[in-house]
Nanobody, 117 residues
Framework: QVQLVESGGGLVLPGGSLRLSCEAS????????MDWYRQAPGKQRELVAGITSGGTTNYVDSVKGRFTISRDNAKNTVYLQMNSLKPEDTAVYYC???????????WGQGTRVTVSS
């Protein structure tokens, strides 16, 4: 079976940092496009960051310079390092894996990030 297991969410102060982890089983993360999405209360889910199987990264404008997506192939894990967090970053963050041509698509369960003073 395929599983994406997320961890690292929590409550942080504005300006703080968190590192989210997405540990995959049943697939190899280096063979998939791996993405982080988030969904804030009352908002639609949005793509935050992605890394292709070739290692190319991309980010939504609102997190550029603050968030970094990375991949550890040996651990079969994708990370989202989040720095300089803002209250508007508050959301449930979801890990997603997608194969070429979207033949396969998998989601994690989500991990909640709350940025508040």
């Amino acid at each position: 079976q395929v599983q994406l297991v997320e961890s690292g969410g929590g409550l942080v102060l504005p300006g703080g940092s968190l590192r989210l982890s997405c540990e995959a089983s049943g697939i190899a993360v280096n063979m998939y496009a791996m993405d982080w999405y988030r969904q804030a209360p009352g908002k639609q889910r949005e793509l935050v960051a992605g890394i292709t199987s070739g290692g190319t990264t991309n980010y939504v404008d609102s997190v550029k310079g603050r968030f970094t997506i990375s991949r550890d192939n040996a651990k079969n894990t994708v990370y989202l390092q989040m720095n300089s967090l803002k209250p508007e970053d508050t959301a449930v963050y979801y890990c997603n894996a997608q194969s070429r041509r979207s033949v396969q698509n998998y989601w994690g369960q989500g991990t909640r990030v709350t940025v508040s003073s």
